[in-house]
């Protein structure tokens, strides 16, 4: 079965420092990627997504995240990091024919 | 994007009752999903609800536990059967969209078993 994994549970940064959360997943064939914000109180929004083309994509707020297929990593990165952006953050794949499934998130702290 | 709405938004129960959660989606979709998040973990998939047909449950998950109905196309139910404390978690309502790759979700529903 696919899995997804985060390589931290709990980042804390400055305001300012540049930002990368790991993800890798499993499954081999072709799957669509996607990083899912969740700030203190609200529900889960999409953050960005990949489905093909270009490896690299861009989504809301400065975040980016490279697909790197050869290492079955969608890391997600910012350069600069705001107070603002301090969320839980859930890494998700979906292979054809199959659900959804979530990464076990990663804590996002940003100190003022 | 679809706009999903569940009630309630919280609620606090009491160990062996039962409670049972409304999604409304503001379009029609074919499929809708429901994970729960437990406290400090990510989600997990309990079902997924087609309309007109018996949901299908993920390992784990029992349809006794967690019965769900689905009447049509923008509305589903989700029941938290003989709670236990275990059982406190947000529950979320979700769907897909942009032709099946993306998925949206609800806002949540926070229960507390007491």
């Known amino acids: 079965a696919q899995s997804v994994s985060q390589h931290n549970h709990h980042v804390i940064l400055s305001e300012a420092a540049s930002l990368e959360l790991g993800c890798n997943y499993s499954y081999g064939g072709t799957v669509n990627l996607f990083w899912y914000v969740q700030y203190p109180g609200q529900h889960l929004q999409l953050l960005l997504k990949?489905?093909?083309?270009?490896?690299l994509v861009k989504g809301i707020k400065g975040f980016e995240a490279e697909f790197i297929k050869s290492k079955f990593s969608f890391n997600l990165r910012k350069p600069s990091v705001q107070w603002s952006d301090t969320a839980e953050y859930f890494c998700a794949v979906k292979d054809y024919g199959q659900n959804f499934v979530f990464g076990p998130g990663t804590r996002l702290s940003v100190l003022p | 994007s679809a706009v999903i709405s569940q009630k309630p938004s919280r609620d606090i129960c009491q160990r062996g009752t039962s409670l049972t959660i409304q999604c409304q989606v503001d379009?029609?979709?074919?499929?809708m999903f429901w994970y729960r998040q437990q406290p400090g973990q990510s989600l997990t998939l309990i079902a997924t609800?087609?309309?007109?047909?018996?949901?299908?449950?993920e390992s784990g998950f029992v349809i006794d536990k967690f019965p769900i109905s689905r009447p049509n196309l923008t509305f589903s139910t989700l029941t938290v059967s003989n709670m236990s404390p275990e059982d406190s978690s947000i529950y979320l309502c979700?769907?897909?969209?942009?032709?099946?790759?993306?998925?949206?979700f609800g806002p949540g529903t926070r229960l507390t078993v007491t």
């Open positions: 979700s769907v897909h969209g942009g032709q099946g790759y993306e998925q949206y």
């Open positions: 990949y489905f093909s083309g270009d490896p």
């Open positions: 379009s029609q979709v074919t499929m």
């Open positions: 609800a087609n309309q007109g047909s018996e949901a299908t449950y």
